[in-house]
């Protein structure tokens, strides 16, 4: 099982991103999957759920401005990203829970700053 994620950087507050998770080991029609963002000296928390037929959770802090898609295709999670505020830095990861453990993508560095 592989989870690549993709596609931080830094962004000015308001501003937008779109971060990718390629998945690779597991069947991306089925696995509900989520993404987690740990900011700096804090635990990772969870930021979104996605199920394998694309329903999304989103947590209170990020509704409204953050929505989540999946691409059948490339076996590809996204997480796009509007009206980026500086409370949202961290670096992101995306996690799926897959024959009886959890896995972890490396994470990409989200950065909002002016």
């Known amino acids: 099982v592989q989870l690549q994620a993709s596609g931080g950087g830094l962004v000015q507050p308001g501003g937008s991103l779109r971060l990718s998770c390629r998945t690779s080991?597991?069947?991306?029609?089925?696995?509900?999957m989520n993404w987690y963002r740990q900011a700096p000296g804090k635990q990772r928390d969870l930021v979104a759920s996605?199920?394998?037929?694309?329903?999304?959770n989103f947590v209170d802090s990020v509704k409204g401005r953050f929505t989540s898609s999946r691409d059948y295709a490339r076996n590809t999670l996204y997480l796009q990203m509007n009206n980026l505020k500086p409370e949202d830095t961290g670096r992101y990861y995306c996690?799926?829970?897959?024959?009886?453990?959890?896995?972890w993508g490396q994470g990409t560095q989200v950065t909002v700053s002016s």
């Open positions: 080991g597991i069947n991306f029609r089925i696995a509900a």
């Open positions: 996605v199920s394998g037929g694309g329903t999304t």
């Open positions: 996690n799926i829970f897959w024959r009886d453990r959890e896995w």
